[in-house]
């Protein structure tokens, strides 16, 4: 353990960094911007613009809504709530304020982004193909957990209300049929979609 004086000194010199970076101007200005985007963002441009927009707001708003009632409704409350006990309340209370901050991120970069990607496209113009590449991989994997725990958790209930249904097997022909009724309805929407 540092002594007293050690400890304070670097408190000092800290707190003396930290008045010289508030002082210098150079840190908090803008980065000048470029009149015209580069090449390839203005190519990504073009291709976005020949893009069917099929989905509109109240479509976006019912998958966003059901995602949140599929995982948020019914399995998470009964998980935190064995976990937490009486603070379960105030822990989705601090999960609500730091979700809102992550919204108020995401809404503000589509504001300043008009390629489509959602988060690809975010990190991509601001830091460059590889580090867009990277966060868009880690959503991608991130997702597919996600929709995982949540077929999971469809195939539990399923088998509490099917009683044989809850075998390894016909769990996963529950899976199974959960996927390819979804990739049925998507491969008919984009055919409906397509220009003619």
Not at 2 to 16: D, M, N, Q, W, Y
Not at 144 to 152: F, L, P, S
Not at 180 to 189: D, E, H, P, Q, T
Request: with cysteine; hydrophobic share 55%.
């Amino acid at each position: 353990m540092l002594p007293f004086p050690a400890i304070l000194k670097s408190t000092l010199s800290a707190r003396r960094l930290t008045r010289i970076l508030a002082l210098d101007k150079s840190f908090t200005q803008d980065a000048p911007v470029p009149d015209e985007p580069p090449a390839w963002i203005q190519q990504e441009q073009r291709i976005d613009h020949q893009l069917v927009r099929g989905i509109g707001i109240p479509a976006l708003t019912a998958n966003i809504v059901s995602s949140t009632i599929g995982a948020g409704i019914f399995v998470i409350p009964a998980t935190v709530a064995k976990g937490l006990g009486s603070a379960a309340p105030l822990a989705f209370v601090c999960c609500a304020i730091a979700m809102v901050l992550f919204v108020t991120c995401f809404a503000i970069a589509g504001s300043r982004v008009s390629l489509t990607g959602g988060l690809y496209a975010y990190v991509e113009v601001a830091f460059g193909r590889y580090v867009g590449f990277l966060a868009g991989m880690l959503y991608f994997l991130t997702a597919i957990g996600a929709v995982a725990g949540v077929v999971n958790v469809l195939a539990n209930s399923v088998a509490l209300v099917v009683p044989f249904l809850g075998s390894p097997i016909m769990r996963v022909v529950v899976m199974f049929a959960v996927y390819a009724s979804l990739v049925l309805i998507n491969i008919r929407g984009v055919r409906q979609a397509r220009v003619r």
